[in-house]
């Protein structure tokens, strides 16, 4: 129990837990495990014994009776030490030191040179092997082979697969090897095996990490290998944060690393600016270095999970491929996608298959056919679009649903100090540059020991010779090697190396040019010791050193930005990036069921047809109200009570004609009986923008249209009402628009919108017009600013000229009354009449027409009429007459058995061909009274 227990801790908490640190723990359990590992074989006995602390101590058992038996005989006594522990004690520090050996020795890489050790001794091995730049490659069996042998002792498999990783342009920004064969391929193809391949060095291997240097005594330390015979380098002397260069990546146990590659050229401007000014904020570094810079190209999207992973060592980088739009047909406007780069560590080939899966599941749609026509010159997959089909649509699809978009999640984990920690850029770049003035302090001094040295002989060196004369005779004066030696330490005071390299030197350097060569040599070696001094005496001369290194490196190596940073505020596709903009039908029944369709639903038919259904309606149910919008629209429900509520119109599911629809109450949070009497589509609200809202008894009030940009899932009061009142007609309108009421008996007022006042959410209005007992509001709609132009008082003089009012009758009949006909009045009047009703008839919809006009001056609108049984009919205003206030108007739907009519919309002109039906045609008449003006109405 107690070991299950252990194994059930967090492995954070495991390995950082109550024991301290991680390397103290480490040592303490080899320690341990040291004296345990000598002991015999030994099985336990199943019964325990308790100690006084309460911990239980097994009892060890010897294997056999033959063993006993040879005690008892006076057989020589197996010496035997058992070690009593707790296993899950055992356990827990052994893992703990496992892990220990993984973090420090496998899986994460150093921040001071940015390798891992298997990366590191591979390039070590391939250094002593020979194999420069400028170098005959050589079998990577051969590499492989040699670092097996001497410095990795694990899977050749692992360290081949590194080797190829570290040639390959797609996974490394900088490449650190050359390979000649196959080294696999972007689209995840297997490499050839070790024994075909071949490498050898890259050039930015030299001067990335400075190979050459390690030969330096003193600039790196240098460890034994797994088997104590030969030493191998513990870092290597890195010019440039190489951890951050190439990234890196890897699995440890209970912590990752995951580092993206960076822009060299970048790199080193943002080690300038922290060199130059320790104290710089990360939107200054951010300024040098906008973010990574991936080998295979692409988009990244927003910068806010790289100022999170800078800043904290951890973020989410969001990688898009590079796209362009080709038109590939002008006639029939198809077009195709091209992908030119696909995001870091994504498989091209394993993209076009999902691509192609999600077409086949109707998951993409508008994509005909997809191809991948990439080869040596670069990367093109063609996606080619069907008809009509929209690119960003599509391309909004691909990057939802496809690795078109992926994302990198840093997670900035190395080695510091011996220990993992997770580090944001500027603890990178810190840690980097102590370990440069490390490098070079140790390199300045190295060599000021050997400048001294040297220093030193040529001084013995130019005595002699300024004194040659004396000491040819005392060396001819001398009878061997020693007494020669000693006598030149007596008569010039030289030490004993300087007499040793005196008595070395040959006799054609006994010259006077000879002599001036080792007088120059002293005097460079003064100066070169000076600067050394000065170096290491100088902590601004390191820095300005690291510098001119590291700009060396940038002039010789840098390229230009691969990956393009776009500035996003979301990193998201969102839902509107994804669905098309297109118009829409909305259609809404009196109980409570909103269905959503495509306008080329219903074909334009001739006024006087019986119309086409608008689908299957539940039992009783009758359409309430047909509006048009766009998808992306928002969506303003109001109810009965008052309360308005919000949603875009695409949750609306699309559906046919013959569909029931969906029932509001899955979209919005309705009460009991409460009915959704208006919709209004709201595309921007505008702070110039109002809603005018009328109820059923009269009253209407104007409210600020931003009033409702923010409503809560559970709806907000528009409008208080009173008892028995209801709210029923919500329109959009300006301060200069006018506003047509109409009541059921045909009363009609017009008045601008600016005399009423705009009032709060929370209040009633005032009232819109003045009903006789049994009449109620029919309707109500706005006339745009910008096309009436409507006189102050009444004229006789007939004028057909547009806008015009559209009267539509319950009966199916309706007309056309031009605007001019009346007066602008004010409300809490009786009106004029607009519409001569029979007895048992009642006015269904006023509409405002003429915005849009054809060439010959007629309205290029079309209105849609719906019967309470369902049928709706699409036809042309223009093909509705012209009236006076007093005619009774022209069939426009002949209802039959379909009842009245319900509600109406009017939609934009739609380009399809006008679908003539024969038997219809003869059912056009017209119904007509004489004309007659009637007076005006007053109160």
């Given at each position: 129990?107690?070991?299950?227990?252990?194994?059930?801790?967090?492995?954070?908490?495991?390995?950082?837990?109550?024991?301290?640190?991680?390397?103290?723990?480490?040592?303490?359990?080899?320690?341990?495990?040291?004296?345990?590992?000598?002991?015999?074989?030994?099985?336990?006995?199943?019964?325990?014994?308790?100690?006084?602390?309460?911990?239980?101590?097994?009892?060890?058992?010897?294997?056999?009776?033959?063993?006993?038996?040879?005690?008892?005989?006076?057989?020589?006594?197996?010496?035997?030490?058992?070690?009593?522990?707790?296993?899950?004690?055992?356990?827990?520090?052994?893992?703990?030191?496992?892990?220990?050996?993984?973090?420090?020795?496998?899986?994460?890489?150093?921040?001071?040179?940015?390798?891992?050790?298997?990366?590191?001794?591979?390039?070590?091995?391939?250094?002593?092997?020979?194999?420069?730049?400028?170098?005959?490659?050589?079998?990577?069996?051969?590499?492989?082979?040699?670092?097996?042998?001497?410095?990795?002792?694990?899977?050749?498999?692992?360290?081949?697969?590194?080797?190829?990783?570290?040639?390959?342009?797609?996974?490394?920004?900088?490449?650190?090897?050359?390979?000649?064969?196959?080294?696999?391929?972007?689209?995840?193809?297997?490499?050839?095996?070790?024994?075909?391949?071949?490498?050898?060095?890259?050039?930015?291997?030299?001067?990335?990490?400075?190979?050459?240097?390690?030969?330096?005594?003193?600039?790196?330390?240098?460890?034994?290998?797994?088997?104590?015979?030969?030493?191998?380098?513990?870092?290597?002397?890195?010019?440039?944060?190489?951890?951050?260069?190439?990234?890196?990546?890897?699995?440890?146990?209970?912590?990752?690393?995951?580092?993206?590659?960076?822009?060299?050229?970048?790199?080193?401007?943002?080690?300038?600016?922290?060199?130059?000014?320790?104290?710089?904020?990360?939107?200054?570094?951010?300024?040098?270095?906008?973010?990574?810079?991936?080998?295979?190209?692409?988009?990244?999207?927003?910068?806010?999970?790289?100022?999170?992973?800078?800043?904290?060592?951890?973020?989410?980088?969001?990688?898009?491929?590079?796209?362009?739009?080709?038109?590939?047909?002008?006639?029939?406007?198809?077009?195709?996608?091209?992908?030119?780069?696909?995001?870091?560590?994504?498989?091209?080939?394993?993209?076009?298959?999902?691509?192609?899966?999600?077409?086949?599941?109707?998951?993409?749609?508008?994509?005909?056919?997809?191809?991948d026509e990439s080869d040596r010159s670069g990367m093109r997959v063609v996606i080619e679009l069907k008809r009509g089909a929209d690119p960003?649509?599509?391309?909004?699809?691909?990057?939802?649903?496809?690795?078109?978009?992926?994302?990198?999640?840093?997670?900035?984990?190395?080695?510091?100090?011996?220990?993992?920690?997770?580090?944001?850029?500027?603890?990178?770049?810190?840690?980097?540059?102590?370990?440069?003035?490390?490098?070079?302090?140790?390199?300045?001094?190295?060599?000021?020991?050997?400048?001294?040295?040297?220093?030193?002989?040529?001084?013995?060196?130019?005595?002699?010779?300024?004194?040659?004369?004396?000491?040819?005779?005392?060396?001819?004066?001398?009878?061997?090697?020693?007494?020669?030696?000693?006598?030149?330490?007596?008569?010039?005071?030289?030490?004993?190396?300087?007499?040793?390299?005196?008595?070395?030197?040959?006799?054609?350097?006994?010259?006077?040019?000879?002599?001036?060569?080792?007088?120059?040599?002293?005097?460079?070696?003064?100066?070169?010791?000076?600067?050394?001094?000065?170096?290491?005496?100088?902590?601004?001369?390191?820095?300005?050193?690291?510098?001119?290194?590291?700009?060396?490196?940038?002039?010789?190596?840098?390229?230009?930005?691969?990956?393009?940073?776009?500035?996003?505020?979301?990193?998201?596709?969102?839902?509107?990036?994804?669905?098309?903009?297109?118009?829409?039908?909305?259609?809404?029944?009196?109980?409570?069921?909103?269905?959503?369709?495509?306008?080329?639903?219903?074909?334009?038919?001739?006024?006087?047809?019986?119309?086409?259904?608008?689908?299957?309606?539940?039992?009783?149910?009758?359409?309430?109200?047909?509006?048009?919008?766009?998808?992306?629209?928002?969506?303003?429900?109001?109810?009965?009570?008052?309360?308005?509520?919000?949603?875009?119109?695409?949750?609306?599911?699309?559906?046919?004609?013959?569909?029931?629809?969906?029932?509001?109450?899955?979209?919005?949070?309705?009460?009991?009986?409460?009915?959704?009497?208006?919709?209004?589509?709201?595309?921007?609200?505008?702070?110039?923008?109002?809603?005018?809202?009328?109820?059923?008894?009269?009253?209407?009030?104007?409210?600020?249209?931003?009033?409702?940009?923010?409503?809560?899932?559970?709806?907000?009061?528009?409008?208080?009402?009173?008892?028995?009142?209801?709210?029923?007609?919500?329109?959009?309108?300006?301060?200069?628009?006018?506003?047509?009421?109409?009541?059921?008996?045909?009363?009609?007022?017009?008045?601008?919108?600016?005399?009423?006042?705009?009032?709060?959410?929370?209040?009633?209005?005032?009232?819109?017009?003045?009903?006789?007992?049994?009449?109620?509001?029919?309707?109500?709609?706005?006339?745009?600013?910008?096309?009436?132009?409507?006189?102050?008082?009444?004229?006789?003089?007939?004028?057909?000229?547009?806008?015009?009012?559209?009267?539509?009758?319950?009966?199916?009949?309706?007309?056309?009354?031009?605007?001019?006909?009346?007066?602008?009045?004010?409300?809490?009047?009786?009106?004029?009449?607009?519409?001569?009703?029979?007895?048992?008839?009642?006015?269904?919809?006023?509409?405002?027409?003429?915005?849009?006009?054809?060439?010959?001056?007629?309205?290029?609108?079309?209105?849609?009429?719906?019967?309470?049984?369902?049928?709706?009919?699409?036809?042309?205003?223009?093909?509705?007459?012209?009236?006076?206030?007093?005619?009774?108007?022209?069939?426009?739907?002949?209802?039959?058995?379909?009842?009245?009519?319900?509600?109406?919309?009017?939609?934009?002109?739609?380009?399809?061909?006008?679908?003539?039906?024969?038997?219809?045609?003869?059912?056009?008449?017209?119904?007509?009274?004489?004309?007659?003006?009637?007076?005006?109405?007053?109160a």
């Amino acid at each position: 129990m107690a070991l299950s227990a252990a194994l059930r801790l967090p492995l954070p908490r495991l390995l950082w837990g109550p024991t301290g640190s991680l390397l103290a723990a480490a040592a303490a359990a080899s320690r341990r495990r040291a004296a345990v590992v000598a002991v015999p074989a030994v099985r336990f006995l199943s019964s325990s014994s308790s100690s006084s602390d309460g911990s239980r101590s097994v009892q060890p058992l010897r294997a056999g009776r033959d063993e006993r038996a040879a005690a008892g005989e006076g057989g020589a006594a197996v010496k035997e030490r058992v070690v009593p522990v707790e296993l899950h004690k055992e356990a827990t520090e052994a893992y703990m030191a496992y892990a220990m050996s993984v973090l420090l020795g496998r899986a994460l890489p150093d921040v001071r040179d940015g390798l891992k050790p298997v990366h590191r001794r591979i390039l070590y091995a391939m250094h002593e092997m020979g194999l420069a730049s400028r170098r005959p490659f050589r079998k990577c069996a051969r590499v492989v082979g040699e670092v097996l042998g001497k410095f990795h002792p694990h899977g050749d498999s692992a360290v081949y697969e590194t080797l190829v990783r570290m040639a390959q342009d797609f996974s490394m920004r900088y490449p650190l090897v050359q390979g000649h064969g196959n080294f696999g391929s972007i689209d995840a193809d297997p490499p050839a095996a070790m024994r075909y391949t071949e490498c050898r060095l890259d050039v930015g291997c030299f001067f990335f990490l400075d190979i050459d240097a390690i030969f330096i005594i003193g600039q790196v330390d240098f460890v034994p290998n797994f088997d104590n015979s030969q030493k191998e380098p513990s870092l290597l002397p890195a010019r440039v944060p190489s951890l951050l260069l190439n990234g890196s990546s890897g699995i440890a146990v209970g912590m990752a690393t995951n580092i993206p590659p960076h822009n060299l050229g970048e790199l080193v401007d943002v080690l300038s600016v922290m060199i130059e000014n320790p104290e710089a904020t990360l939107q200054e570094l951010l300024e040098c270095m906008p973010g990574p810079d991936f080998p295979t190209g692409g988009t990244i999207v927003g910068n806010q999970g790289i100022l999170e992973a800078y800043k904290t060592g951890r973020g989410r980088v969001v990688m898009r491929g590079k796209t362009d739009i080709e038109t590939i047909d002008v006639k029939s406007k198809r077009s195709a996608i091209i992908i030119k780069e696909v995001p870091y560590q994504t498989n091209k080939s394993t993209l076009v298959e999902r691509i192609a899966e999600l077409v086949e599941e109707k998951v993409l749609e508008g994509i005909s056919d997809i191809r991948d026509e990439s080869d040596r010159s670069g990367m093109r997959v063609v996606i080619e679009l069907k008809r009509g089909a929209d690119p960003a649509i599509v391309l909004n699809n691909l990057y939802r649903h496809t690795a078109l978009q992926s994302s990198f999640s840093c997670n900035m984990v190395a080695i510091l100090d011996g220990q993992p920690k997770l580090m944001g850029l500027k603890e990178i770049l810190q840690a980097f540059i102590d370990f440069r003035c490390s490098v070079i302090e140790r390199r300045a001094r190295f060599k000021l020991s050997q400048a001294l040295e040297r220093k030193h002989i040529v001084e013995g060196i130019v005595i002699g010779l300024d004194n040659l004369d004396s000491v040819i005779q005392i060396i001819r004066g001398t009878s061997n090697h020693a007494m020669a030696r000693e006598s030149l330490i007596k008569e010039f005071g030289l030490s004993d190396k300087q007499a040793e390299a005196l008595l070395d030197i040959t006799l054609r350097k006994l010259t006077s040019l000879e002599r001036k060569k080792f007088v120059d040599e002293a005097k460079s070696l003064s100066e070169e010791i000076s600067k050394l001094n000065e170096l290491l005496s100088n902590k601004k001369l390191i820095f300005q050193l690291i510098l001119q290194e590291a700009t060396d490196l940038k002039n010789k190596f840098a390229t230009p930005r691969r990956s393009f940073i776009e500035d996003s505020a979301s990193t998201e596709v969102d839902d509107l990036d994804i669905i098309p903009n297109e118009e829409m039908l909305l259609i809404l029944s009196e109980k409570g069921y909103v269905k959503r369709m495509k306008p080329n639903t219903f074909n334009l038919q001739n006024r006087g047809t019986i119309g086409k259904s608008v689908g299957k309606m539940r039992m009783n149910d009758n359409t309430s109200d047909f509006i048009v919008c766009q998808t992306h629209d928002h969506v303003l429900y109001f109810s009965d009570k008052g309360i308005v509520y919000s949603a875009r119109a695409y949750k609306i599911p699309e559906c046919t004609r013959a569909a029931t629809g969906t029932p509001l109450v899955q979209l919005l949070s309705l009460s009991d009986g409460e009915r959704i009497t208006s919709i209004v589509p709201v595309n921007e609200f505008g702070e110039d923008q109002y809603l005018v809202m009328l109820t059923v008894n009269g009253y209407i009030k104007k409210v600020p249209l931003n009033a409702f940009s923010a409503i809560r899932t559970s709806g907000i009061i528009s409008i208080q009402l009173a008892p028995g009142d209801e709210l029923k007609w919500v329109r959009r309108c300006g301060d200069d628009d006018l506003v047509a009421l109409a009541s059921q008996n045909g009363m009609v007022i017009v008045n601008t919108c600016n005399k009423l006042r705009a009032l709060g959410r929370k209040t009633r209005g005032v009232l819109a017009m003045k009903l006789k007992e049994g009449d109620k509001m029919a309707s109500m709609d706005i006339i745009p600013a910008t096309s009436h132009n409507m006189p102050e008082t009444y004229s006789r003089v007939r004028d057909l000229s547009p806008p015009w009012l559209l009267f539509i009758a319950d009966n199916g009949i309706g007309k056309r009354v031009p605007l001019n006909a009346f007066r602008q009045g004010n409300f809490n009047r009786v009106g004029l009449q607009g519409y001569k009703l029979p007895p048992d008839c009642s006015l269904a919809a006023v509409f405002v027409v003429g915005f849009s006009l054809t060439d010959d001056g007629e309205s290029d609108e079309q209105v849609v009429l719906v019967s309470q049984s369902g049928t709706v009919n699409r036809i042309k205003v223009k093909d509705i007459s012209i009236r006076s206030r007093s005619a009774r108007g022209v069939i426009l739907m002949r209802l039959e058995h379909a009842g009245k009519i319900q509600s109406a919309s009017l939609i934009s002109a739609a380009e399809e061909e006008e679908e003539q039906d024969p038997e219809s045609a003869s059912l056009i008449s017209e119904a007509e009274e004489p004309e007659k003006q009637d007076p005006e109405v007053s109160a």
